[in-house]
């Protein structure tokens, strides 16, 4: 870890935050030069726990983005490969693929892959032997680009209420919408109707995002 | 704020959305081709009807697909939404704007 | 005892709960279930308030949020809300109330002079101010007219209380917890419908609550029932019902909001957790607007004297909060419902004499002459008189036409004096919906006729006036409207009402339209007869009005400002529109009527912003380094939504620190001698991949990408399709089907959206995708001489110019992490951009700044980077560019490549005026005196024009576009777009400077700095 040449600014890696915990690539030869120690746009921000509504930061996700058109056979077999029903996939929908990975409708021609590091390394080593490399399609690593908050607890959906314009009583467990949180886009997860919820939003925009949510759930801590 | 139905992600407000103007104004197949008062036509003239007029709206912020709505801009009611699957058109068979 | 006007028994009141409050400093006390206004009245305050123009002393007239007049001052301090309606004002322990519009104080107000001035300031007088005497007029009458108009005052710190906001769905929305609305309700809820239920009062009841014992509804009494449906509600898990909170607004589609009055009955800090106020955004499948009927006044002389109330306010005073306003008092009718007041106040102890308007009497009058009620039929009162309250009436009998007088004049003494001009639908939300109404002569008022899709009205605010059609109509709402959301209702038993003394034919009886009571005075000579309480207009104002041509109703609206702002025209709506009718000798019908506007009760800018407020007011981006840069105590700029760094100032020797400009030239001898480093990661960043990614990019674009090399990078210049430029930015081609795109910090969103739209809609058939990439990387520039060798310890890749030339781009690894680095420069050094997953960009900005600080790498903001490119003359689009310039202008039309096809903006660029000589280019400006730096914006002329005076036009050569003084240089340095610029170099030119004399300056080359750009790729 490189020093801070002013001395004015701590330490980033003092209290490891969840989402920052990422092994860095190791490189060879060791001790030649620092290795750069990762931490994620919350990482200056603490879980907040409440008996009604809880806010948390789950294991930072690896993202893949993946570009296809609609009747894209190619893409289908991919998906096939990777456990998914195929391509496009049922809208406004995710679907978990295995204990690791999950895949989210975003568009007709689009889905999002989420998964552990390893998960989506492997994901992507599936998807380049069934697509080739002239395959009609776009595959993109997007993991950073995005942050994870949780909000859980039975008051949860009143938060969300507080921004979303959506009648969150009618969405399903599995449903993937992408909506408005006051003035953020956000990618709504619903994991379990009413109660437990994941909200991707930018990363330059997660820290307003969260504190918008701490401050929205505050009624109810 | 009326209510929008995105052919892909159904009934959502219309803070969800942006729209574009005139769903129907083709782009000439070969710009250099045209003359200037045609292309100056391109850019420039667009239908403002009382009534019916075709429009290509975005979802923004949502699935930020394209897609063509025939809306009454005296009502604001929206009377159809079409997919561009029939191309940047808009609808297949549908009236070329609104009351000239 | 002080609530001399507070009986010893009845009302909805809590007799063991008494509440101390002030009213402009005075202590008095009220009772628990008591407003502001009935526990004013309790203590026998009549006088609440002074007018918005004329300062006529004003009281209490309703007894809801259609007051015109009782709007008070709550609070103090930063937390104090003018304009608050006593009559909506739950009164509590310690609340502190103040009257408004009145100087020194409510009895003796100096500001009622404007009285006197009444005849110079008719209706339309700001307009006729506007227009003369003279141009000056305006600005010596404004400070004493604004001084002396308005109502009350903003307090100017900032509100401390805590506001909510949330959205809430529903397939019914009701509006109204009176009897229909109740109805309506217990209807749709029994069928399984998710219904809310929204109501401006505390408890459910509506109308019910200011009535007497004797309704029933089912065989129980009629507040008993309502209490009971309630219960049965809020027992449902798919019935909300929201109380204090009134409906504001009714939009398209169903979609309201809603102003819940949390906490505010608590008084101030005693809320808890909970937020003051919460506004709503209702989205509901079908609405019912139960929102009952309004009483309105009638137009005479004298008739805003405090004491003066509607007939049914006085009766609701009596019945829910057993308060006798008047011992003697005179009602004045033109329907039957004020007999129902007389013969309650009558039973209550008051005297009562009731002028009834119609000559042929009513079968009520028998029973309130049984009561004990003088009812004095045909008669009218001319006059009201008395100074701070209504102390006497004079009477008259009318003729048959009802256009004289005949007959003695009869005065009275009295305490009180009701009013009923007869009863309206509240068809405020329904209008806003854009629901059409129409005349209804029976009713004397505009009734609903046919609304938008699922929007129905019920009970008073569809034209009912009996109890029973109130219940008959909500219960037949409330299925229908559930049915329309798919729920199969089992019909309920028919609701049973029982309300003596209203004749079969309903509630208020035959009414007898008297839009201006005849007085002894032709209208606009006498006494005022006013039409609209709040803002002051008065029939005479109206008449003037239609004589000078303002006789449409929207026209007429705006000059006389009656029905305009928060009182939209609840009480004088309707008056307002039959005078005109009447002058303009033509049916109410083809007046029409003027467009309610919500909202319909006034909501506080708190509501308003609910949560927006200080730093959750808008979304900000943070870069993964923005930590850093705030430590630093870094001078920021926002970009977007973005807060970058201006300039780093560094502490000084003294203690003190450098300021903006010291930090800056700083910076930019940094880079131009050692390195600097650079936080870039807004910059908008975009994989464009396919098969088609190329074409794609070239249909985009001016430049060619099919012909770009994997591994190379190309700036590039993106069009409207009016050929003006609309952003630029580096692409580097990966492979041959992969592209990192990047684009200005402002523009990046645009750009994305952009070329979403023409790849969906203009070009389906291209195999390529678009996906932001700006949030995954964090970006770090080292630029500088001597960035090669800080860097180079660090990385894996070959930073040799050789391996890693000018204008390419390589992946490898930095301190062993991925990283994509561009060989471009923005600043004309040597730089590198480096690309790294944000999580490391922290670290890696830690990382380089450690690695260089023995060699002088210092971080450098926007204010250093935008010097640095002027230097080497680099644009930056917005500003060399403005929507108008196009590549030739900016000398980048060799950029353009013309014979790879057709793209966005290529065609414009043939058109005549994209050709012409005299277009304005970019060069630079040299100014002869170089210390002195020119402003930004100034104008450039030529060096024999003129000295710029008023009404001497001058011709305009151009404009200064970018100007600094330039470190590197030690002199100042501009540049401009002067038309045909490019022939002109070396010629002098002046720029005017307001206040002082023109700057002389000479056209250069827009470079100014290393001409051959050797420093880049060295």
Known sequence: MAEDPTGAAPPPDGDRPPDGDRPAVPVAPPGTMPVLQAAGPLAERSALFGEAVALGIPAAPARLNLRAPAGSASMAAAMQELGAPGWPLPANRWTALGPDRQLVWLGPDEALLLGSDPAIAAAREQLSAVLGGTAPCAITDVSDGAATIRLSGPRSADVLAKGCPLDLAVLPAGAAVQTLLGHLDILLLVLEPGRDYDIHVRSSLAAFAWDWLADAAQEFL | MFLIDCPWCGTRPQSEFAAHGEAQVVRPADPAAASDAEWAAYLFLRDNPKGRLLERWVHRHGCRRWFTVARDTATDRIEAVYPPAGGPAGPPSGPAGGDR | MSQTSRLPQGGRIDRARSLAFTFDGERLSGLGGDTLASALLANGRVLVGRSFKYHRPRGIVGLGA????????????????????????????????????????????????AGLLAPILPAGFYYKTFMGPGAGAWRVYEWAIRRMAGLGRAPSGADPDRYEQRFAHCDLLVAGAGPAGLAAALAAGRSGARVILADMDREAGGHLLAEGDDLAVDGQPALGWAAAVAAELDGMPNVQRLCRTALAGLYDGNYLTAWEQVTDHLGPGRGGGLPRQRLWRIRARQAVLATGALERPLVFAGNDRPGVMLSGALRGYLHRYAVLAGRRVCLMTNNDSAYRTAIALQRAGASCILADLRSDGTPLAAAARAAGVEVLTGHAVTQAQGGMRVDRVRLRKMSESGGAMIGGLRKEAVDILAMSGGWGPNVALFSQARGRLHYDPALTAFRPAGGPQGLRCAGGADGATSLQAALDGGVAAGLAAAADCGFDAAPLPPLRAEEPDVPADGGAGRVRAVWIVPGEHPVGRGPKQFVDFQNDVTAGDLQLAEREGFSAVEHMKRYTTTGMATDQGKLSGMNALGILAEMRGTSVDAVGHTTFRPPYVPVTFGAMAGRRTGPLFDPLRRTPMQGWHERQGALLETVGQWQRPLCFPQALPDGKREDRAAATRREVLAVRHAAGLLDASTLGKIMVEGPDAATFLNRLYVNRFDSLKPGHCRYGLMLTENGTVLDDGVVARLDARRFHVTTTTGGAAHVLDWMEELLQTEWPDLQAWCTSVTDHWAVATLSGPLSREILAPLTDIDLANAAF??????????????????????????????????????ALWDCLLAAGSDRGLVPFGTDAMHLLRAEKGFIMVGQESDGTTIPDDLGMAGMVKGDKGDFIGKRSLSRPDMLRGDRKQLVGLLTAEPRTVLREGAQIVAPDAPDPRPGQKVPMLGHVTSSYFSPTLNRSIALALVKGGRARIGEAVKVPVMGGPPVAASIAPPIFHDDKGAAARG
């Open chain 3, 66 to 113: 259609e007051e015109p007049n009782a709007l008070v001052r709550l609070g103090s301090g930063a937390a104090a809300e003018p304009n608050a309606r006593a009559t909506c004002v739950e009164l509590f322990d310690g609340l502190a109330a103040e009257s408004q519009n009145r100087w020194p104080s409510l009895t003796s107000d100096l500001g009622a002079a």
């Open chain 3, 805 to 842: 030339p000018f204008m390419t781009v390589r992946e490898g690894l930095v301190c062993g992490a991925p990283a994509r680095i561009f060989r471009v420069s923005f600043t004309g050094e040597l730089s590198f951009e480096i690309n790294l997953a944000a999580r490391y960009g922290r």
